[in-house]
């Protein structure tokens, strides 16, 4: 049962699996491509100690009757096909896993983050339509984009780092413009008492 | 610490009512990354779990209609100024606004936006491109990466397992 990609109705499709094909949703009467394609299961071959016979086998840290077939690279306890987690060239097992992914050690696995140059650029706008808050907005608009290009490298990514320096400039043009005007009017209004 | 760069190519971007959408192409699987006030939400669809690819087009009529509402309002305001007893400048100064209105619903009305939708088991990604040589060439380069990504995850689990510590 597939879904249809106008309404999300689901339903049988008639193509067959590999061929490029014209169907039509039953609901919306509507016209669409789809290609079909039957992924391969995730293979779990989970062995048990002495079914290979070989001498030596380790049993798993966390399932004694299971065959150990691999150690986790970062506690080094031997872990079966169930325990076992691939991930960004490393093998780990489940509570290293849950501890790295806590600590944001995993950065392919995260999932939500804060738009911080984004952010950084509209306190730059708004500081510009509101000059009177420039003090406040351009030194914030340099603190996001700062955590924004560090948040951006550490996840190893280069779409929005020309966001973040083109905000961390205005943030900085903002303050010392904010410096200036009011440094001048509180020049002229020095000029002016002292002429008076 | 900081992380050897990815390599991220987006492929499209387009927006809905709250939400801003890009999708990425990365090793092995199509990132979404759905973008709302400052906040991203990152969903991925892998090449290997992709059960469906569809393909169709789409007009925006919510969007054709909201244009074409405000190009009769412009366009109405501004003849109401221009016969008026006002300046006509006035109202030439609505007559731009409405042109640009009625080009966008021209535009839409004749050019359709090509839609390609990735189903996995847990997640979609759908992409939108404004030409059909886009959507075409797209098409065949995911078509190639999840047929390729399917037969490797085919030939690895026909691996023995052998190892023993």
């Known amino acids: 049962m597939y879904p249809c990609p106008r309404c999300d109705e689901v339903q049988s499709l008639k193509v067959s699996p590999g061929v490029v094909a014209q169907e039509s949703c039953r609901h919306c009467n509507r016209p669409f491509t789809a290609l079909i394609f039957e992924p391969p299961p995730p293979p779990v071959e989970v062995r048990r100690l ?4 070989l001498e030596g086998e380790n049993p798993c840290a966390h399932h004694e009757g299971n065959a150990a077939e691999a150690e986790c690279d970062r506690c080094g306890a ?21 501890r790295l992914v806590k600590a944001k050690e995993l950065p392919s696995l995260e999932t939500r983050f804060r738009d911080r140059c984004g952010m950084a650029l509209s306190y730059c706008l708004f500081g510009i339509l509101f000059w009177v808050l420039g003090i406040v907005l351009g030194p914030a608009a340099v603190y996001y984009a ?14 929005g780092i020309v966001r973040g320096y083109l905000a961390m400039l205005l943030g900085g043009l903002l303050t010392v413009g904010w410096f200036l005007i009011i440094g001048l009017m509180l020049f002229s209004a020095l000029i002016g008492a002292m002429g008076g | 610490m900081t992380a050897t760069p990815r390599r991220r190519t987006r492929l499209s971007r387009y927006h809905q ?22 906040d991203i939400l990152r969903r991925r669809v892998l090449f290997d779990e992709v059960i469906l690819m569809t393909r169709h ?28 007893d006002v300046p006509p400048a006035w109202g030439i100064g609505f007559f731009v606004p409405a042109g640009l209105a009625g080009l966008y619903v021209l535009g839409r009305l ?23 040589r886009g959507a075409g060439e797209a098409w065949q380069e995911l078509e190639r990466a999840v047929a390729e990504a399917q037969e490797s995850a085919r030939r690895t689990s026909q691996v023995p397992v052998t190892a023993t510590i």
């Not at chain 1, 002495?50 to 016979?53: L, M, S």
């Not at chain 2, 990425?24 to 199509?30: E, I, K, T």
């Not at chain 2, 936006?113 to 939108?128: F, N, Q």
Request: net charge positive; charged share 25%.
């Open chain 1, 50 to 53: 002495g079914e290979t016979g």
């Open chain 1, 78 to 98: 031997y872990i079966c096909a169930l325990c076992r987690i691939d991930c960004e060239a490393r093998v780990l097992c489940p509570a290293c896993f849950d």
């Open chain 1, 146 to 159: 700062f955590t924004g290009l560090r948040e951006l490298r550490r996840r190893g990514e280069t779409h």
């Open chain 2, 17 to 38: 009512l709250a939400a801003r959408y890009r999708i990425y192409r990365v090793d092995g699987a199509l990132e979404v990354d759905e973008l709302s006030a400052h």
């Open chain 2, 57 to 84: 087009r789409r007009r925006p009529l919510l969007m054709i209609s909201l244009a074409a509402l405000l190009a009769a309002l412009f366009l109405s305001i501004g003849l109401a100024l221009y016969y008026g």
């Open chain 2, 110 to 132: 004749t050019v359709p936006i090509h839609v390609l939708t990735l189903y996995s088991p847990r997640s979609k990604a759908r992409l939108e491109f404004s030409t059909e």
